[in-house]
């Protein structure tokens, strides 16, 4: 059967869906990135931040303005790196901000009022938001009067899908994907998706080549049936799907991150599941260079203190490095919601009647962190963690891929030499900046060296060699501490 594909926003944009040799796609995923985050529209926001209306531009409207040039300059080199992933995830808020429904990250989607877990706010938030209405438009041009398949893989992207279907009409929608899959009869009850067909149908995935080194086929596997011989993969998995990948498949491995909700050796890693897991084989067979932790902050029966301890462990101890924090969610379950285990500690699920969408249970229990804590917790780890290591810029497909070689001097991918035209942040005006999108950080720089630093900034280590000794020192270690180079000159 040949079908006519449309991928909404908002889905990890390093993937795309391996389809049959008749099937069409349409990428509105795509085309909703390039849209919001092409550097021009970011550097009009820039400008329009510098002159705010009371003609008076604030530390922060300044500092605002300077990261989203920074993030203009970034995406303009046209590279395929973390950089860009930073400075799409900065692109996104800012162009979300003044929605009044929405908020938008690289790797997430909030609602203004309610969550992704309510099909009633959803439907809300779809028609409140002007966001999509473009992709909406461009889907009903391309199929005209045609049946299409909403694949619709995750809950960030209902809001968007919601949208498309009523410019389409839902009686010319098949919805289709693993989030519609799950939650089929909830959708169906939804207005927008009121008519709409059904199908279990999800494609397999593959990383966009443009992310993959060299351009290879590289497939996307969440689970252990995922993976099929001979074929160069990646993934994020859970540690028990990991183990029953068989010896031959690590051989094809490009890099995986590894989801760990309790950690104290590598024989005894728990995943979001509860099930503990030996991973000693795992690592002897792939080598801790392409496996990275996600480590869940806040897991039951685990207190501020453990939490920090086991990220601790991993951010400076033997084994894969740390690659993220997250704040522990309790997979969702039908059924009555009594007292239950997890990993051999007692908690008690709690009834959300409003989430017909539900992806997670809230819970209770002795010594569990409740959830203001853990997100702060996590703000607080990703904070230290972040300024003296590679954390993810967020949970995509392409940051799964084990790290090349990288010359130490090599200019960050996620820093860029940026011009403030007013006041600057610091109120000394116009002048020559270093911003860095990964440690947040910005400083200025004297005239003098302005064209110096921009050659690094282009990839020219050549020129340190026409600096005097004092003034290389000087200048590397203000790049060093800025996070802009990664070791002195």
Same mark, same amino acid.
């Given at each position: ?68 040039? %920074? ?24 162009? $979300? ?208 203190? $453990? ?169 590397? %270690? ?12």
């Amino acid at each position: 059967m040949t079908r006519r594909v449309i991928l909404p926003p908002l889905y990890d944009l390093s993937l795309e869906p391996i389809l049959g040799p008749g099937d069409e796609l349409f990428d509105a995923n795509a085309e909703f990135l390039d849209r919001l985050c092409a550097p021009v529209g970011l550097r009009a926001w820039a400008e329009s931040a510098a002159r705010p209306a009371s003609g008076v531009a604030t530390a922060e409207t300044a500092t605002r303005a300077l990261f989203a040039a %920074g993030a203009a300059t970034i995406l303009d080199r046209g590279r395929y790196d973390w950089g860009r992933l930073r400075a799409t995830g900065l692109a996104l808020r800012l162009t $979300a901000e003044a929605d009044p429904a929405i908020r938008l990250a690289v790797d997430d989607v909030e609602l203004v009022n309610g969550t992704t877990e309510s099909g009633a706010d959803v439907v809300s938030a779809a028609a409140g938001t002007a966001l999509f209405a473009p992709e909406a438009d461009r889907a009903r041009s391309w199929a005209p009067g045609a049946r299409v398949h909403l694949l619709v893989e995750t809950d960030q992207q209902v809001p968007a899908a919601a949208a498309v279907a009523v410019a389409l009409g839902p009686h010319r929608v098949t919805l289709c994907g693993r989030f519609a899959a799950a939650h089929r009869r909830a959708l169906r009850a939804l207005a927008p998706f009121a008519g709409a067909e059904f199908e279990d149908w999800t494609p397999s995935w593959r990383l966009r080549r443009e992310w993959a080194p060299a351009g290879e086929d590289i497939r996307w596997v969440r689970d252990a049936h995922q993976w099929h011989p001979g074929r160069p993969w990646a993934g994020w998995l859970a540690p028990e799907q990991a183990v029953l990948l068989p010896a031959r498949a690590w051989r094809d491995c490009r890099g995986v991150a590894l989801t760990v909700a309790r950690f104290s050796a590598w024989s005894a890693v728990t995943g979001v599941s509860g099930v503990d897991t030996d991973l000693e084989t795992v690592r002897r067979l792939v080598g801790d260079d392409r496996l990275a932790v996600e480590l869940l902050v806040g897991a039951p029966g685990l207190d501020a203190e $453990a939490t920090t301890t086991a990220a601790r462990r991993l951010r400076s101890g033997p084994g894969p490095r740390l690659a993220g924090l997250s704040p522990f969610r309790l997979t969702s379950r039908t059924g009555p919601r009594s007292s239950t285990m997890w990993g051999g500690v007692p908690l008690t699920r709690q009834d959300s009647p409003r989430h017909d969408l539900p992806r997670w249970d809230r819970f209770h229990g002795p010594g569990s962190l409740d959830d203001a804590d853990r997100q702060r917790i996590t703000g607080a780890l990703t904070a230290e963690f972040g300024a003296e290591t590679e954390l993810y810029p967020g949970r995509l497909a392409c940051c799964a891929l084990a790290p090349g070689g990288q010359p130490s001097a090599t200019w960050e991918p996620s820093a860029a030499v940026v011009e403030a035209s007013g006041a600057g942040p610091d109120g000394r005006g116009p002048g020559s900046f270093v911003v860095n999108l990964r440690t947040g950080s910005a400083f200025r720089l004297h005239p003098r060296l302005t064209p110096v630093v921009r050659r690094l900034a282009s990839g020219d280590a050549a020129v340190w060699q026409h600096l005097s000794d004092t003034v290389r020192t000087k200048l590397s %270690g203000q790049l060093v501490r800025a996070g802009a180079i990664r070791s002195p000159q």
